[in-house]
Structure formats: C-alpha cells, structure tokens
C-alpha cells in the first residue's frame, strides 16, 4: 500500500455483484492528497469507494419520506437531496431536514448526480415501478416502501433490473422490525406451537376513510387494490412467521360504505354537507370526498390462501369499523398464539402433545415493551437495516423477492374477488422477459 503523506484512518468499500465489502485502511492524520491503495490478491475485481457516509436522495419528500430523519441522523449516513412535484414539500423538506439539500421537482435530476449513493422512494404507490427502475439503472441503491408495485409483472421487472444493476435492494416492510412481530416470528421459530397449519389475521382499519378514501387510493388506476397498499403488510406478516408463500387464493369483497354519487372535484372544506357528514376531515391534507363517483376501491374484503406446506391462512380487511385493530392468529400442532395491538400482548396457550415436553403444562402472557420511533420503533431499525445492506451486504430482514410475492397474492385476490370468487394461482416469478 502507498499513500501521498496526510492521510488518516478510512474505510474502503469494495463493490463486488451485489456486496459492498468494508475494508479499512491506514493512513496518516489529516485528509490530503491523494490515497493509492494495493487491494488484497484474494478479492475479486471490484469497484472500489471511499465513502464516508451513505448519501441518499428521496423520491417523496413527505408523508413517509420524513421517516428519512433517522438516516440523516446517523452517524453513517446523510439525506443530500429530495425530489418532489409539490414544491411546498420541498421546502418543508429543507427546513426540517437539510437546509443544504440539493431539491427538484424532477426526480431524474436526483439520478443525474454522482454524488448520491442511494435513492429511498416514498412516491405515490403507482410510480414504484418507474422510479425503482430508473434509480437502479442509474446505479444507485434503492429503499422502496411498499408496495413494491401496483402489479405483479412490475413487480417482476423490478427484480430484473435488480439483478441486472448489481446494486442493493430493499423493500419497507417495517412490521417485520416491529417488537410485537418479532415476538411472534420468534415464538414460531421456538417450536412451543409446533408446526403451524392455520393461520388468521383480521385487520380493523378504523382509519380507513382518513387514510384511503380522502386521496389517491380510492381508485383501482392508481392502487390495483387495498389488499397491496394495505394488505402487503399483513399478508406479508404471515409469510414471514410461517415460512411459507401463498400458491393459490380465493376472494370476495365489494364497496361497502365509501364511494357515491359525490361530485370527484369535491372536497371537505367546499361541501355543505360537512358539518353531519361522518367522514368530513375539514384542514386535513387529504380532503377529497370519501363519497365521490371515481372511488372503486373495495372496502371490505375476505382472503383464504392455500400456503405451501398445506398451511391455511384466511386475512379479513375491513375499512369503515371504529376501532384500528390487526388481530393475528396462528395455530400449531401443539397450541396457539394470538396477539392484541392495543393491549400489546401476545399469547401463547398450549395443548397435550405426543412430544409430552413440559411446555403443555402452562400458558403463556407475552408483554410487548414499548419501542421509540414511527411505526411502533420500526422506522429506525429498518432504517438502520438499509444501511447495514448498503455497506456491509448484509441481507436485510425483507427480501425483494418477499416484496413481489406480497404484491402477488393481492393482485390475485383483487383478480378473485371481482370475478366471483375464482380460485387464482400464484404465478412464479419471471426472472426472464
């Protein structure tokens, strides 16, 4: 190894496929001049970059893109720029986050600029498969919230241009950093239910008109289905715990309560009706009327899936009920394990088994410690995660494969459920065009 005198301790970070690997190297003090280094004869040809913080650029600036706080306040990272059409955002974004940000209403810009590492897109759900392709082709490490797409083949083009681009990726499944999800998968893992053969997950969205039905996600255009922007999560839970994809789906479900006659342009703050209507959210950034015509997005619908390894899991979402509630359950050969959100608890309650362990002698009460953070102290965790993936190539928590098979099996659902019910199979994925 050479170096030009001036030089201090740093890290090297060698991309090889899809790993960046961390070497460190010395130098003398101060940060001057040039540094040359000889690499080490077993590493294969690599790309070779000092880095002395992940820089990352957003695609969304607000909404869930504020989650990017806990990258710039770490000691490995920092949020250089942010891309976004509401101009508003922007400077939202640059007061609160980085006042120095690079900000454009063009995300293609953000692409264009050597000096940002990674791309975190928190855009509409129906731009995820045009902003994840751009960004990987472009080279860059991407962070995509869920759903990865709005269809099962962008999905899979997704993962091609993954494969392709040698980069990183990872998909914002943050109920897998959760403390009472990892409590759970932890349980499973133990055993003490033995195998698991059924599965049932009920998710009361007392939100649902706020969060859904106000904006955007009202219309099939630009969701497919709630069973991906919202369902991705659950049906992504139970994959997880049991280990096992879905192969085949049956649905039903319709527009229950949300949709009407209401004019599209209607808004909360314009409507005469607001001071008796149940849904009216006056100041709200989402103030479209939960009553209009365009809405086609089902409020109420009913899953079973046939898993792998003969599981059964049946997944219940509902929009308009008064309470916020996800309600798990998961059945094994030798008991059971349910959870409360609003409780955090999760229980454990046992039966005789051929095995005759001394776990069937007692139940158990799992108290769930709370967790600082967004999203029940998942947002830092998995924030961290992206970061341990980037610089280390350590596999993150959710795969993007995990990412596509979630988005899958709602598209199927949403397929099911609005032609009678038809049991659908889940297509494989298409590594090749």
């Known amino acids: 190894m050479t170096y030009v005198p ?85 400077a939202k974004f640059r007061e609160t986050l980085n006042p120095d940000a690079f900000v454009t209403t063009d995300y293609r810009r953000l692409l264009e600029r050597k000096d940002i590492d990674a791309i975190a897109i928190f855009s509409p759900d129906y731009m995820h498969e045009e ?101 991705s999560h659950d049906i992504d839970v139970i994959h997880w715990i049991t280990g096992k994809y879905t192969k085949r789906v049956t649905a039903f479900g319709s527009l229950d309560y949300f949709g009407g006659d209401k004019p599209n342009d209607l808004t909360c703050d314009d409507c005469p009706e607001v001071r008796t209507c149940p849904e009216a959210q006056p100041g709200s950034t989402r103030v479209q009327c939960a009553f209009r015509r365009e809405i086609d997005v089902e409020d109420n619908n009913m899953v079973l899936m046939d ?58 009460t799992y108290e769930i410690k709370r967790a600082e953070g967004g999203h029940g102290g998942a947002d830092p965790v998995i924030c961290e995660d992206f970061l341990d993936m980037v610089i280390d190539g350590k596999e993150p928590v959710a795969t993007p494969e995990a990412g596509r098979m979630s988005v899958a099996v709602g598209c199927a659902a949403a397929h099911s459920l609005r032609n009678g019910g038809i049991p659908v199979d889940i297509a494989p994925i298409a590594w090749e065009e």
């Open 6 to 90: 001036g030089w201090k301790i740093h890290d090297i970070y060698l991309q090889v496929g899809n790993v960046r690997q961390r070497k460190t190297l010395m130098g003398e003090s101060s940060c001057e001049g040039l540094f040359l280094c000889k690499l080490p004869e077993e590493t294969p040809p690599a790309e070779a970059i000092f880095v002395d913080k992940v820089r990352i650029g957003l695609i969304g600036v607000w909404g869930r893109g504020r989650m990017a706080r806990h990258w710039h306040e770490s000691d490995r990272a920092e949020v250089v720029a942010g891309a976004d059409i509401n101009e508003a955002y922007l």
């Open 131 to 231: 902003h994840a392709i751009a960004a990987l082709e472009a080279g860059k490490h991407v962070f995509c919230e869920k759903p990865l797409a709005i269809t099962t083949q962008g999905c899979d083009r997704i993962l091609r241009a993954w494969k392709r681009s040698g980069k990183q990726l990872m998909v914002g499944f943050n109920m897998r950093y959760m403390n009472m999800i990892r409590t759970m998968k932890e349980i499973v893992d133990s055993g003490v239910i033995g195998e698991v053969r059924a599965v049932w997950c009920r998710h009361f969205v007392g939100f649902g008109g706020d969060f859904y039905y106000h904006d955007w996600h009202g219309t099939r255009e630009n969701t497919t289905s709630l069973l991906l922007q919202k369902g």
């Open 307 to 364: 898993m792998e390894g003969g599981v059964k899991a049946a997944y219940l979402q509902c929009h308009f009920t008064p309470d916020y509630h996800r309600n798990y359950t998961f059945i094994g050969t030798e008991g059971r394990l349910e959870n409360s959100e609003p409780e955090g608890k999760v229980w454990v309650k046992t039966r005789r088994s051929w095995s005759k362990h001394w776990k069937e002698l007692s139940d158990r």
